[in-house]
């Protein structure tokens, strides 16, 4: 079936620090992928999306490229913000008779200190 | 910003309780979602309703019962549940025409069972 692997966290960094966040996906076909955020005392956003192979996804200095041949999308931010602090997800979703389902990562905790 | 609302936000009740959660999406979709938030577990889907239809049920227990009455509303009925079943219960909307759709989140009910 349908799985997605994220880096464990917590990731703790300063302000202004690199970040990246680890997204392996295993699905059949071509799926969608996802990167949602959720802030303390929140539902889930989404932050972006790439819908096929190459694409590159953007929002708010965050990007993620759909690489088919290493099946990951890696979440990036070059300088991160307090802000930013929040639970970060990869999700996908495969169509197909997984119509509707989003199949989520566990979740990676970032924590920015000033 | 959202434009799904969830009521209530909290919520505590014993096992012998019948509650229900309320979901309200105010963005003329077509599909509505379930999903069950642990801890240090990934999301859950729970159950799909697209055009009032249920099209998933991601084998559920049967002491929840989901209701959509219309394509703007969806309930989650509760009754005889376990401690287990404590968690954030998240609903989604979309529009219901493909599976790369962003899906939009309500901010959460916290269930607490006793």
């Known amino acids: 079936g349908d799985s997605v692997t994220q880096m464990e966290g917590p990731v703790t960094l300063s302000e202004e620090a690199f970040l990246t966040i680890n997204c392996t996906y295993t699905a059949t076909g071509y799926p969608s992928l996802f990167w949602y955020v959720q802030y303390p005392g929140e539902g889930l956003q989404l932050l972006l999306k790439?819908?096929?192979?190459?694409d590159k996804g953007s929002n708010k200095g965050f990007e993620a490229t759909y690489r088919k041949e290493t099946t990951s999308f890696h979440l990036e931010k070059g300088s991160v913000q307090v802000s930013d602090s929040a639970v970060y997800f990869c999700a996908l979703s495969a169509g197909g008779t997984s119509y509707g389902k989003l199949t989520f990562g566990q979740g990676t905790i970032l924590t920015v200190h000033p | 910003e959202t434009g799904v609302t969830q009521t209530p936000r909290h919520l505590v009740m014993g096992m012998t309780n019948k509650k229900s959660l309320k979901c309200e999406q105010h963005l003329g979709h077509n599909a509505m979602y379930w999903y069950k938030q642990s801890a240090k577990k990934p999301l859950e889907l729970m159950f799909v309703?697209?055009?009032?239809?249920?099209?998933e049920n991601n084998s559920v227990p049967s002491r929840f019962s989901p209701e959509c009455p219309n394509s703007s509303h969806l309930f989650l009925h509760l009754h005889t549940l376990q401690p287990e079943d404590s968690a954030l219960y998240l609903c989604?909307?979309?529009?219901?025409?493909?599976?790369?759709?962003?899906?939009?989140f309500g901010p959460g009910t916290r269930l607490l069972v006793l």
């Open positions: 309703y697209n055009f009032k239809e249920q099209t």
């Open positions: 989604a909307s979309s529009q219901g025409e493909d599976f790369q759709e962003t899906q939009y």
């Open positions: 790439a819908t096929k192979a190459d």
